[in-house]
């Protein structure tokens, strides 16, 4: 079973930046697509960006230009830079693989207000 823990989230303003860490107990991490999800309540989880093995990278429309993802495999951790965040960016956010996902971390609040 993979533990998944996800930090960094906060209060912030609008344009503001935060820094997500996600932190997954799985063996063989580096093997795995990984991905950064969001959820609003009420609303489905979705997809915000995805990292290939090779730190390749793609975000959603909404996100591109102001989010980046990184990965480090040998911590084992996961990474999104969140710049000129804007309040419709407020959700609780998770790191899990893309697409085939193992059970879900609490996730971390990100709220954007001022």
């Known amino acids: 079973q993979v533990e998944i823990v996800e930090s960094g989230g906060g209060l912030v303003q609008p344009g503001g930046s935060l820094r997500l860490s996600c932190a997954m107990s799985?063996?063989?991490?580096?093997?795995?697509?990984m991905a950064w999800y969001r959820q609003v309540p009420g609303k489905e989880r979705e997809w915000v960006a995805r990292?290939?093995?090779?730190?390749?990278?793609v975000f959603r429309n909404s996100v591109n230009g102001r989010f980046t993802a990184s990965r480090d495999n040998a911590k084992k951790m996961l990474f999104l830079q969140m710049n000129n965040l804007k309040a419709e960016d407020t959700a609780v956010y998770y790191c899990?693989?893309?697409?085939?996902?193992?059970?879900w971390g609490p996730g971390t609040q990100v709220t954007v207000s001022s």
């Open positions: 799985t063996s063989d991490f580096s093997g795995y697509t």
């Open positions: 899990n693989r893309h697409l085939t996902y193992w059970d």
């Open positions: 990292i290939t093995t090779t730190g390749t990278t």
